[in-house]
Structure formats: structure tokens, C-alpha cells
């Protein structure tokens, strides 16, 4: 079975400051791993996803994410953040062979100016 | 391209009745996934269609059904609303044909409220 875990709910930072979002997921096989952002009244877009290959990981907006196996990680990152940021951020998880994905409780980012 | 639409955008209900969205995928995506998201279990899969079969079926009760269309199109139904069922439906497509999971792209989604 897969899951993912996002710690924290909510998080905070200032415009500028670097911005790390957590994610742990647990997969019985290797994982594809996605992290979505969704604004206020709208769909979720792809930010970036790992499928194999090189474990770091570019997105959109200057986004980034690294697999770490032996962490059962994948946290995004990004070097300074800036207000149009501000939004609700998902990391989730699927299986090859599997088409659906199984996603993490969600972290609102809040960038304060 | 177009990206996924969804309609209605929203609904208001009442418990028991019936209700079905719609939902149009990118134009040469055959996968259609629902999902349902509300503030108590966040987001869930429903069900993945392709090729006008169900290939993916999430843990919902039977209330919850789907189709798709010969053009891709998929529509969702619920049956018997109840309050629970308030949420944001959402609708996603991929160009996935062997079932991987690589891109899905979301729609905006139907916002449903049950009264």
C-alpha cells in the first residue's frame, strides 16, 4: 500500500526567505512521486514529478525536490519565496502499473511580505 | 490545447437525490480520473476510466459510478446523496496507456453541496 505523510499543516515564511516543504511517503515499490500546488478556487497543477532517473528533480515557479530513498523522502524546495506562492501544496504518490495517485493531507504555505 | 473542463462548476442538492458531473479531458488523453477532496479526508481517488472501461477503482461505496464515452468524455454519479458527499470533485486526464502514472493534468473541479 501507498501512503504519504506531509508534516506540517501550515507553514509560514517570509517573501524571499527559503521555502521547504516535507513529504515521507511509504511505497511496497518503487514510487512515483508528484507535488501539486493548488490555489484558492482551482484544480491542482503539476509542479514537478520523479519517475526514475536523476533524484533531484526541477519544476515550475523555480521549484525543486529531491528522492531520498534511504529518507523515504521527497521535499520541495525553493531558494526565495515570493507572494504569488502563497497556496496549498500536495505531494503525492502512485505505483508503476497504477494510474491513480494517493496524496498527502497538504501544506498551506503562507508568505508574509 | 484546451485543458480539462468540468461542469457544472457548482451544484447545490438535496439529501437523496442524484446527481452527474461531467468531465472533458485534454484533447488525445484516453485517461480519466475522479477525485474527491473535502476538508476532513482531503483528497481520494474515486475511479480511473480508459477507453471507455473502468481500470481503477478507489474505496467509495457503490453510490458512487462512472462512465466514458467513445470521445474520452467521462462523467461521475452519485446516487442517494447524503451530507458526506459535500466536496470538490475532481477531474483529471493523462495520456497514460499502460496504466503508469506520469502527468495528470486536473480540472478545475465541480464544488458540491449537499443540503
Known amino acids: 500500500a501507498q501512503s504519504v505523510t506531509q508534516l506540517g499543516s501550515h507553514v509560514s515564511v517570509s517573501e524571499g526567505a527559503l521555502v521547504l516543504l516535507r513529504c515521507n511517503y511509504s511505497?511496497?515499490?518503487?514510487?512515483?512521486l508528484f507535488w501539486y500546488v493548488q490555489y484558492p478556487n482551482q484544480g491542482l497543477q503539476l509542479l514537478l514529478k520523479?519517475?526514475?532517473?536523476?533524484?533531484l528533480v526541477k519544476g515550475i515557479n523555480g521549484f525543486e525536490a529531491e528522492f531520498k530513498k534511504s529518507e523515504t523522502s521527497f521535499h520541495l524546495t525553493k531558494p526565495s519565496a515570493h507572494m504569488s506562492d502563497a497556496a496549498e501544496y500536495f505531494c503525492?504518490?502512485?505505483?508503476?502499473?497504477?494510474?491513480?495517485?494517493?496524496f498527502g493531507t497538504g501544506t498551506r504555505l503562507t508568505v508574509i511580505p | 490545447k484546451a485543458g480539462v473542463t468540468q461542469t457544472p462548476r457548482y451544484l447545490i442538492k438535496t439529501r437523496g437525490q442524484q446527481v452527474t458531473l461531467s468531465c472533458s479531458p485534454i484533447?488525445?488523453?484516453?485517461?480519466v480520473s475522479w477525485y474527491q477532496q473535502t476538508p476532513g479526508q482531503g483528497l481520494q481517488f474515486l475511479f480511473e476510466?480508459?477507453?471507455?472501461?473502468?481500470?481503477n477503482k478507489g474505496n467509495f461505496p457503490g453510490r458512487f459510478s462512472g462512465r466514458q464515452f467513445s470521445n474520452s468524455r467521462s462523467e461521475m454519479n452519485v446516487s442517494t446523496l447524503e451530507l458526506g458527499d459535500s466536496a470538490l470533485y475532481l477531474c483529471?486526464?493523462?495520456?497514460?496507456?499502460?496504466?503508469?502514472?506520469?502527468?495528470?493534468?486536473f480540472g478545475p473541479g465541480t464544488r458540491l453541496t449537499v443540503t
Open positions: 520523479y519517475t526514475t532517473g536523476a533524484t
Open positions: 476510466y480508459f477507453s471507455e472501461t473502468q481500470r
Open positions: 503525492a504518490v502512485s505505483v508503476p502499473g497504477a494510474n491513480n495517485l494517493f
Open positions: 484533447s488525445g488523453h484516453r485517461s
Open positions: 511505497s511496497s515499490v518503487p514510487p512515483y
Open positions: 483529471a486526464s493523462s495520456f497514460s496507456t499502460s496504466g503508469n502514472s506520469y502527468e495528470q493534468y
